[in-house]
């Protein structure tokens, strides 16, 4: 059985690291083509270093673009990457528009797709990442779930027969890194002079937070009057859109901070006192590590953690204020993300597909 894994931005590295250590596991022929749509080495390079993913055979170089210059690019590349590779599967990740040109390259030409993370919604159609995941969904063969919920959401278009539970690939990443890093004092904390417990950890990205002046000196303004200071991890997007609309980032008790490795992030949000995001993963991420989150969103893909109570939906103002420093939820033991085994079940998946 031959793989080929297109991936091109940050959290796709993460699901990718657990499929490409299976994959060596047990001798299936595995390709990895990076599209570049992330290419800063803190975005890309470092993930595949510290999580020892191979590095990509192919490399496209698109890099950023609009959505439709970006996508665009990477279809056509792609033609000649599945002309010389020949794959028995395409296997896509996520929602972002690497996942969405590797689906379309690969049906265009008769070639086998499966989707990891397939049937999440958010059922917000102003999200790029949401026509991503429908859209890929709908042209995939095989669907990959991580969760009861995305199940749910493929039956409900009638994907159901092209649909596997598989758990969340994310959470065998986790479960090994956090293990992994247990015990030592996160390098931030050290380097920042932060006590565990006595920080909170912020990540800010997506376009809806980002590309309105407004709500994002909204949001910025309330997690700089949060009751211990603020870790700002600072996505390039960030930076460019707050010093576009000339917001400052270093105010009251926002630290601004370039992104981790994941390792460190890991460890970093271990032991914060909150997490404060519009990212999925590490909404996911803090639930895992039982750190409170809130998450600065009208809706979530990940409800498991919000019917949990480890996640609260805010809006900026005094309700995100408010949300960020809760008292910690009651202690759960549910694992909704399954088992830290995901990957070796996707590999079953695509030896033995349901429709085969
Ligand atoms: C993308 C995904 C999103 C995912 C996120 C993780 C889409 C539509 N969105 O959003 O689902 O959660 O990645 O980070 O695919 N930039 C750099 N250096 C880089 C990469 C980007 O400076 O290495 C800048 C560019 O100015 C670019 C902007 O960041 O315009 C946004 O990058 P883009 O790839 O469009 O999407 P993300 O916001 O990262």
Redo the contacts with the bound molecule.
């Keep these: 059985m031959k793989v080929l894994s297109v991936v091109g ?3 796709q590295f993460v699901k990718l690291a657990p499929i490409a250590h299976e994959a060596a596991r047990r001798g299936v022929e595995h390709t990895i083509v990076h599209t570049g ?4 080495p803190m ?2 390079d470092v993930f595949f270093e510290d999580l020892q993913i191979p590095a990509p055979a192919v490399h496209l170089g698109v890099g ?1 673009g609009s ?1 439709g210059r ?1 996508t665009g690019q990477m279809l056509a590349a792609l033609d000649d990457v599945l002309d010389t590779h020949v794959p028995d599967w395409v296997l896509v990740y996520g ?4 996942t969405l040109a590797a689906a379309l390259a690969a049906v265009k030409q008769h070639v086998p797709v499966a989707h990891l993370e397939a049937g999440l919604r958010s059922f917000n159609r102003r999200m ?2 949401e026509h ?1 995941r429908v859209l890929t969904d709908h042209a995939a063969d095989l669907l990959l779930a991580p969760t009861q919920g995305a199940m749910d959401h493929l039956a409900a278009e009638g994907l159901a027969p092209r649909a596997v539970l598989v758990g969340d690939v994310m959470t065998d990443v986790l479960l090994r890194v956090r293990d992994q890093v247990a015990g030592a004092v996160p390098p931030l904390l050290a380097e920042q002079s932060l006590e565990p417990g006595g920080y909170y950890l912020a990540t800010i ?1 997506r ?1 809806e937070s980002t590309d309105d002046p407004a709500r994002l000196a909204a949001i910025l303004a309330s997690l700089a009057e949060l009751d211990a200071p603020v870790v700002l991890l600072a ?3 960030l930076v ?1 859109r707050s010093r576009d609309a000339g917001i400052a980032l270093e105010r009251g008790v926002l630290r601004p901070h370039t992104s981790l490795p994941y390792p460190e992030l890991v460890a970093a949000a271990s032991q914060a006192r909150g997490i404060v995001t519009d ?2 993963g590490l909404q996911k991420e803090a639930f895992l590590l039982r750190t409170p989150c809130t998450t600065v969103r009208t809706e979530t893909e990940w409800v498991e953690t919000v019917e949990l109570g480890w996640n609260v939906l805010a809006e900026p103002g005094p309700e995100l204020v408010a949300a960020a420093q809760r008292p910690r939820p009651a202690d759960t033991e549910a694992t909704p993300y399954g088992d830290g085994a995901a990957a070796a079940r996707v590999l079953d998946a695509l030896a033995a597909p349901p429709t085969a």
Excluded: I, V
């Design positions: 931005a940050r959290p749509q992330h290419y800063d975005l890309s950023s959505h970006q929602d972002t528009n690497s790029p990442e991503n990205h376009a996505h390039p997007r460019a990212s999925g």
